[in-house]
């Protein structure tokens, strides 16, 4: 089954304490992003990276840190994380995009969001 | 980046036809229409997608009219399990993905 998956769906940890939020796809995708969702905020982007090796800043990277070592992972990091990364994060995952000038913008498959809790 | 514009709610009763629409003025010429549906601690997920005039598949149908500053999500018939918030973006794939706070739509028995 294709699918984008998130582990721990559940964490609650405590201020400055490093963590990791893992991110799989077994859909041979070559974009993946990270995303937190808050109340009043919708969904906002964290970092996402275009393929290996590629990684760039979303709208709200401070804190965090990712890597894409391989095509199918990209772990969510949080060196020292703070009460105000408490939050529902959603890792998703899209195929590459069609070559030459006119580029169509495919769907992302989210995973099932890791809600974290520091405190 | 297409920046988008929603209606913050909409309530609808089962088995009327919702039409939530979304302003994108400054849409590029490469985006294309984007929208996802999200129920509560779910991931969002596609819905239908358009560059213009109309698309229909199972679920929803897409207006884009030909100056495409606007677009309209059209929803047949909704049930309780529609209620859920909807997501409009402009999306080229170049670009980053940037969700705006979507419509909450609320279906009344």
């Known amino acids: 089954e294709a699918q984008v998956t998130q582990n721990p769906r559940y964490l609650i940890t405590v201020t400055g304490k490093k963590l990791t939020v893992t991110c799989s796809q077994n859909?041979?995708?070559?974009?993946m992003s990270w995303y937190r969702q808050d109340p009043g905020l919708g969904l906002r982007q964290i970092y996402y990276?275009?393929?290996?090796?590629v990684t760039d800043k979303g709208d709200v990277p401070e804190g965090y840190k990712v890597s894409r070592k391989e095509k199918r992972n990209f772990p969510l990091i949080l060196e020292s994380p703070s009460p105000n990364q408490t939050s529902l994060y959603f890792c998703?995952?899209?195929?590459?995009w069609g070559t030459g000038r006119m580029v169509i913008g495919q769907p992302q498959h989210f995973g099932d969001g890791t809600r974290l809790s520091i405190l | 980046l297409a920046k988008t514009t929603q209606p913050i709610s909409m309530d609808s009763y089962e088995g009327q036809e919702v039409n939530i629409t979304c302003s994108h003025n400054?849409?590029?010429?490469?985006?294309?229409i984007t929208w996802y549906q999200q129920f509560p601690s779910q991931g969002p997920r596609f819905i239908i997608q358009?560059?213009?005039t109309k698309v229909t598949n199972e679920v929803a149908s897409l207006f884009i009219p030909a100056d495409r500053k606007s677009s309209t999500l059209s929803l047949p018939r909704v049930s309780l399990s529609d209620t859920a918030v909807y997501y409009c973006?402009?999306?080229?794939?170049?670009?980053?993905?940037?969700f705006g706070k979507g419509t909450r739509l609320s279906v009344i028995a």
């Open positions: 998703a995952s899209s195929p590459r």
């Open positions: 400054n849409i590029a010429t490469n985006d294309y």
């Open positions: 358009g560059y213009k």
């Open positions: 973006l402009g999306y080229s794939g170049n670009t980053p993905l940037v």
């Open positions: 859909m041979n995708h070559e974009y």
């Open positions: 990276s275009m393929n290996v090796e």
